[in-house]
């Protein structure tokens, strides 16, 4: 149904945009325009739906580049050396989950919790922040940092931008292609902290 939404909506789209064309090629034929005109419809005609797509890819690239990925501070081997006997006496807890305003705390158990926190970046791109935290000293042991757009799925009835939603040209799921190997790495990280005390 949607595709036929896009169908519809670009037959229309194009209709417009070729009838202001062909007024200004008249224009310009009759002298009446110059021919910058015509050139200016034809821009303007493009950059009302596509205007953002350069700028998105090439900040999400950037964004990708300096700050996303996984970064392991420290190990849970050097991480029990700094705190003898600790790990001894840790298991998983049934403590509930919170939120603060944009992060998300999950807990792994008495030392180690997991927040996610989420945050608009620059028009459409939004930042995900995963930390493993060991919640006694503030420290963060491992990261994970993706960007993404934040659009909303349209059929699925969960718009978030309004039209934009419908601009599936900008739609970029995450910083990593294919299987998402760091955040793989992030989450076998957690899981051995999950591990601990379990029998």
């Known amino acids: 149904m949607i595709g036929l939404g896009y169908i519809i909506f670009f037959a229309i789209y194009f209709f417009f945009t070729w009838f202001f064309a062909r007024a200004a090629q008249r224009g310009i034929r009759e002298r009446i325009l110059p021919k910058v005109v015509g050139a200016g419809i034809w821009l303007i005609a493009i950059a009302a739906l596509f205007w ?3 700028p998105i890819h090439v900040v999400h690239g ?3 580049e300096k700050d996303g990925g996984f970064v392991l501070y420290k190990t849970l081997d050097q991480w029990s050396q700094e705190n003898p006997g600790v ?3 840790l298991e998983p807890t049934d403590a509930n989950d919170s939120q603060i305003a ?3 705390r999950f807990v792994i158990n008495q030392r180690f919790v997991m927040d996610i926190t989420r945050s608009e970046v620059w ?3 939004s930042q995900r922040r995963d930390e493993i935290v060991d919640v ?3 420290e963060v042991l491992a990261r ?3 960007y993404y757009t934040n659009l909303g799925n349209p059929v699925a009835g969960t718009a978030r931008t309004g039209w934009q939603d419908y601009k599936m040209w900008i739609q970029i799921r995450s910083c990593e292609e294919g299987n998402r190997e760091e955040q793989i790495q992030f989450n076998e990280y957690k899981q051995i902290l999950e591990s601990i005390g379990r029998r």
Do not use: A, K, M
């Open 144 to 146: 994970y940092i993706d």
């Open 62 to 64: 950037r964004l990708c």
């Open 102 to 104: 944009d992060t998300e």
């Open 136 to 138: 006694q000293t503030g």
């Open 123 to 125: 028009h459409l791109i």
């Open 52 to 54: 953002d797509v350069v």
């Open 87 to 89: 790990i001894e006496t």
